[in-house]
């Protein structure tokens, strides 16, 4: 079992920066990948980006390509995710997930993940 915990989101201006942290706990050492996913009302749970458990692999969704960095800490069972010129577009509850499953590549869709955090607003006002 892994329990997820996001933090750190809140409202902030167009063109503004956010981190929000994902704290695991329980079978960490069992990850092969964790993800940022992201919810906005009205849509569909859409994937951000994802980082594999020895951080040398990162992926991200074309909408926040050059301006979201995904990193971990596996020393303190941490994730992050850096959003930078952040747009009103990106408002929305973002969720980190886990997976311990070693298929699923390339971890991009939410059904890859089976541990998921409770989620973190983020507003951008214009």
């Known amino acids: 079992q892994v329990q997820l915990v996001e933090s750190g989101g809140g409202l902030v201006q167009a063109g503004g920066s956010l981190n929000l942290s994902c704290a695991a706990s329980?079978?960490?050492?069992?990850?092969?990948?964790m993800g940022w996913f992201r919810q906005a009302p009205g849509k569909e749970r859409e994937f951000v980006g994802r980082?594999?458990?020895?951080?040398?692999?990162?992926y991200y969704a074309d909408s926040v390509k050059g301006r979201f960095t995904i990193s971990r800490d596996n020393a303190k069972n941490m994730m992050y995710l850096q959003m930078n010129s952040l747009k009103p577009e990106d408002t929305a509850v973002y969720y980190c997930?886990?997976?311990?499953?070693?298929?699923?590549?390339?971890?991009?869709?939410?059904?890859?993940?089976?541990?998921w955090g409770q989620g973190t607003q983020v507003t951008v006002s214009s």
């Open positions: 980082i594999t458990y020895s951080g040398e692999s990162t």
């Open positions: 997930a886990a997976t311990t499953e070693p298929y699923g590549y390339p971890y991009t869709t939410s059904t890859s993940y089976g541990y």
């Open positions: 329980g079978r960490i050492s069992r990850t092969y990948a």
